[in-house]
């Protein structure tokens, strides 16, 4: 191993240029800035997306996994990082209110079981093939995700 070799991670527009190409009419980067490419794609392609920007863009780490109500829909948000460049991916895809089901991606980053256990148990979203898809907070008996607008308060009408 060259101990003196310089790490190589593509540049930002490189990765734009990456993600468009390999995945044409599906991925759309909508906005770069300094180290940071933002994207939306369809659920379908979550997984196939993920998996090639961990094993060719080098990204080690999936920072988060969220979820957003937006009131018609919910999305899920994906911030990956590679840490070597400081560049981050952010991700978005929307998820219709009557199918609440995108594919896990905790195969790809383990720390992704986290972030995906927590949008399920505050949106309802499911990460279908988590290997342990569970409330981590609230008791099981609940029947309502707090974090959704829908949501009502005590005491609120």
């Not at 468009?20 to 940071?36: A, D, I, L, P, Q």
């Not at 379908?44 to 997306?49: A, F, L, Q, Y």
């Not at 219709?96 to 991606?105: A, K, R, W």
């Given at each position: 191993?060259?101990?003196?070799?310089?790490?190589?991670?593509?540049?930002?527009?490189?990765?734009?240029?990456?993600?468009?190409?390999?995945?044409?009419?599906?991925?759309?980067?909508?906005?770069?800035?300094?180290?940071?490419?933002?994207?939306t794609l369809p659920r379908e392609c979550v997984h196939d997306v993920c998996s090639y920007?961990?094993?060719?863009?080098?990204?080690?780490?999936?920072?988060?996994?969220?979820?957003?109500?937006?009131?018609?829909?919910?999305?899920?948000?994906?911030?990956?990082?590679?840490?070597?460049?400081?560049?981050?991916?952010?991700?978005?895809?929307?998820?219709?209110?009557?199918?609440?089901?995108?594919?896990?991606?905790?195969?790809?980053?383990?720390?992704?079981?986290?972030?995906?256990?927590?949008?399920?148990?505050?949106?309802?979203?499911?990460?279908?093939?988590?290997?342990?898809?569970?409330?981590?907070?609230?008791?099981?008996?609940?029947?309502?995700?707090?974090?959704?607008?829908?949501?009502?308060l005590r005491g609120q009408e």
């Amino acid at each position: 191993m060259d101990t003196n070799a310089v790490y190589q991670s593509p540049s930002v527009d490189e990765i734009k240029t990456l993600l468009t190409e390999k995945f044409e009419g599906k991925v759309e980067v909508y906005k770069t800035e300094t180290r940071r490419v933002y994207a939306t794609l369809p659920r379908e392609c979550v997984h196939d997306v993920c998996s090639y920007i961990h094993r060719n863009l080098t990204f080690e780490h999936i920072s988060t996994v969220i979820g957003v109500d937006m009131v018609d829909y919910l999305q899920v948000v994906y911030q990956i990082t590679n840490y070597y460049t400081g560049v981050m991916i952010e991700l978005t895809t929307d998820i219709p209110n009557d199918d609440l089901h995108v594919t896990s991606i905790s195969d790809i980053w383990v720390g992704g079981n986290w972030h995906e256990r927590e949008t399920y148990e505050l949106f309802g979203i499911i990460f279908d093939g988590h290997p342990k898809l569970e409330r981590l907070l609230t008791p099981d008996t609940y029947e309502f995700f707090p974090f959704r607008k829908s949501y009502k308060l005590r005491g609120q009408e």
